[in-house]
Antibody
Framework: EVQLVESGGGLVQPGGSLRLSCAASEFIFSSYWMSWVRQAPGKGLEWVANIKQDGSEKYYVDSVKGRFTISRDNAKNSLYLQMNTLRAEDTAVYYC?????????WGQGTLVTVSS | EIVMTQSPATLSVSPGERATLSCRASQSVSSNLAWYQQKPGQAPRLLIYGASTRATGIPARFSGSGSGTEFTLTISSLQSEDFALYYCQQYNHWPPWTFGQGTKVEIQ
């Protein structure tokens, strides 16, 4: 069974930084696009970013461009999201998901709270 | 950016009854439409992709239809575990993926 486990969330002040990780197992990680999707408290789903198998293509939602960076380490079966210059509106549960255009499998999410 | 609109916001249904959820796209997305189920405190789960193809392990009581701008998710006979939030998502014009705002299916 596909396993995706996010970590790295927490409380951070506005303007701060955080790095999320997603550990993947039970599938060939290097063969799949991977994505980050977030969900603000009590709100709907918002796609954040995705990355091609070899990291050569990356795409972002406009609201995080220039602040967030998606990356991966296929040797470690891991996906990352470096989040800089965080804002209150970035507060959300962040999910990693397997897939280029749909979320075939999802992790349980990690909560990021941006507050002073 | 394509805007996805789901209706109704809340659907009250009795167990065993049929539930019909709608999703409309602001422009054609062909058949590049997915449906997800999300229960409180859980991650979303992919139900349908390609507008009508059930994902692995999804019961046959879930069916999707539509193309272009109008889509429907039908749950033929609601089970207790089906009461949840449902989201549609288009992937015909990406980035970004865009989701509807969700339909909550609650027990009547």
């Amino acid at each position: 069974e596909v396993q995706l486990v996010e970590s790295g969330g927490g409380l951070v002040q506005p303007g701060g930084s955080l790095r999320l990780s997603c550990a993947a197992s039970e599938f060939i990680f290097s063969s799949y696009w991977m994505s980050w999707v977030r969900q603000a408290p009590g709100k709907g789903l918002e796609w954040v970013a995705n990355i091609k198998q070899d990291g050569s293509e990356k795409y972002y939602v406009d609201s995080v461009k220039g602040r967030f960076t998606i990356s991966r380490d296929n040797a470690k079966n891991s996906l990352y999201l470096q989040m800089n210059t965080l804002r209150a509106e970035d507060t959300a549960v962040y999910y990693c998901a397997r897939g280029q255009v749909v979320g075939e499998n999802w992790g349980q999410g990690t909560l990021v709270t941006v507050s002073s | 950016e394509i805007v996805m609109t789901q209706s109704p916001a809340t659907l009250s249904v009795s167990p065993g009854e049929r539930a019909t959820l709608s999703c409309r796209a602001s422009q054609s997305v062909s058949s590049n439409l997915a449906w997800y189920q999300q229960k409180p405190g859980q991650a979303p789960r992919l139900l349908i992709y390609g507008a009508s193809t059930r994902a692995t392990g999804i019961p046959a009581r879930f069916s999707g239809s539509g193309s272009g701008t109008e889509f429907t998710l039908t749950i033929s006979s609601l089970q207790s575990e089906d009461f949840a939030l449902y989201y549609c998502q288009q992937y015909n014009h990406w980035p970004p993926w865009t989701f509807g705002q969700g339909t909550k299916v609650e027990i009547q």
